[in-house]
């Protein structure tokens, strides 16, 4: 048979829920205040405050959940204008990612020291120092890959 223990939670003798405790609450950006509260007042502050986090858990998960319902039917709706009204509503940004490919062709010159290194590998220097970026935050470069360098 299984033996199941539980563990008495002992008060400390000097625990005292009556006693008065000034503390600092800061709000945002803004000076901190000091207040003065029981502890018990306190501790029911600090239950509820993370009940509220759990619940905002919950909530942030099924404005997710919706938000995979919206982004998977918006473009097959005969309501769109309600999706997004609701998207609105939840604060949910009406977009989709986009995986893509390109082929960029480049062409440049290259300055190489006659008087330095003669064996100046032309197609490893471009190798390693030709890049691809963007100038649009919403383009991400995942990988980039040179290819066919050659000398005209």
Same mark, same amino acid.
């Given at each position: 048979?299984?033996?199941?223990? %539980? +563990?008495?939670? %002992?008060?400390? !003798?000097?625990?005292?829920?009556?006693?008065? @405790?000034?503390?600092?609450?800061?709000?945002?950006?803004?000076?901190?205040?000091?207040? &003065?509260?029981?502890?018990?007042?306190?501790?029911?502050?600090?239950?509820?405050? *993370? +009940?509220?986090?759990?619940?905002?858990?919950?909530?942030?998960?099924?404005?997710?959940?919706?938000?995979?319902?919206?982004?998977?039917?918006?473009? !097959?709706?005969?309501? =769109?204008? &309600?999706? *997004?009204?609701?998207?609105?509503?939840?604060?949910? !940004?009406?977009? *989709?990612? /986009?995986?893509?490919?390109?082929?960029?062709? @480049?062409?440049?010159?290259?300055?190489?020291?006659?008087?330095?290194?003669?064996?100046?590998? /032309?197609?490893?220097?471009?190798? !390693?120092?030709?890049?691809?970026?963007? =100038?649009?935050? =919403?383009?991400?470069? @995942?990988?980039?890959?040179?290819?066919? /360098?050659?000398?005209?």
């Amino acid at each position: 048979m299984e033996e199941t223990t %539980t +563990q008495a939670v %002992t008060v400390p !003798d000097t625990y005292n829920s009556n006693l008065l @405790v000034t503390y600092k609450v800061i709000r945002g950006y803004s000076d901190a205040e000091y207040a &003065t509260d029981k502890v018990a007042s306190i501790e029911w502050d600090l239950h509820n405050g *993370r +009940q509220s986090q759990k619940t905002v858990g919950v909530l942030n998960s099924k404005i997710d959940t919706v938000k995979d319902i919206i982004g998977e039917a918006y473009a !097959d709706s005969d309501d =769109q204008e &309600t999706l *997004r009204a609701i998207a609105e509503a939840l604060g949910i !940004d009406l977009t *989709r990612e /986009v995986e893509w490919s390109a082929t960029i062709e @480049v062409s440049g010159t290259i300055t190489l020291d006659l008087l330095a290194d003669s064996d100046t590998d /032309v197609e490893q220097e471009i190798y !390693d120092n030709l890049y691809v970026d963007s =100038q649009n935050g =919403q383009i991400e470069i @995942v990988d980039t890959e040179v290819t066919n /360098v050659r000398e005209n």
